[in-house]
């Protein structure tokens, strides 16, 4: 992402980044969709706040979808957005299985919210997307004030101890909408598409250090 490379030369990477320390690679990783879905949906003053920092690993991104209640679904999400009167939302819930939901390796963690509006329709078509960072840019980019979106525990999966994956609990977090309102899952599973490639090549990833090792213990043990 930023040089203009084809997909492929960016899976060969990350196979080997994968091999190496997949918990690691999965913070750069998530940034990826994130560019995609703002590229996909965002407004022109969104792509020019967001994109270039997101290209540049200067801010990184997150996915915010489940929440301690629903599981996988989504149609019974409770975070709200409650308009704030000048183009952005208070948000407040709380979303769980945050893979990079809290680090301090990057300037801004640029997080994508599901939502919902206030009289939103029921189900999966009542949910908006929502910008939410850790820091509110402040004019064309810099950061300004912390946000009201915060790490309140960490998970733990198997495996990838070595990434933080967080509960983020949402305290009328500022936010704004990306998007029409109520197709946020639409707009979210841009990135959600963009990620199926990225889990394949840490199954390829794990799977090429796994016979490595397991070739080197073949070759020397008695």
């Not at 301690?68 to 709200?80: M, Q």
């Not at 939410?132 to 300004?144: L, T």
């Not at 994956?165 to 841009?190: I, P, Q, R, S």
């Amino acid at each position: 992402m930023g040089q203009g490379l084809l997909a492929f030369v960016n899976n060969a990477l990350y196979e080997m980044l994968n091999s190496a320390n997949q918990a690691w690679t999965m913070y750069p990783g998530l940034s990826h969709g994130a560019y995609e879905c703002l590229h996909a949906h965002g407004t022109p003053e969104q792509k020019s706040v967001y994109l270039p920092k997101l290209i540049s690993g200067e801010w990184t991104g997150t996915m915010c979808l489940t929440e301690p209640h629903c599981g996988t679904d989504l149609g019974i999400l409770r975070t709200k957005a409650e308009p704030n009167g000048d183009g952005s939302y208070a948000l407040t819930g709380t979303k769980i299985f945050i893979l990079s939901g809290e680090h301090d390796m990057a300037e801004n963690i640029v997080h994508l919210v599901l939502a919902r509006l206030p009289g939103a329709p029921r189900g999966t078509k009542g949910i908006s997307l929502f910008i939410v960072p850790k820091f509110v840019p402040d004019g064309d980019g810099p950061v300004g004030a912390r946000n009201g979106i915060k790490c309140g525990s960490i998970e733990h999966k198997m495996g990838i101890h070595g990434n933080a994956t967080c509960v983020m609990n949402l305290d009328g977090a500022k936010g704004w909408l990306v998007g029409e309102e109520h197709k946020g899952l639409n707009a979210m599973f841009v990135m959600v598409n963009a990620a199926r490639p990225g889990v394949g090549m840490q199954g390829l990833g794990l799977t090429e250090i796994a016979y490595q090792n397991s070739l080197v213990y073949a070759k020397e043990r008695l």
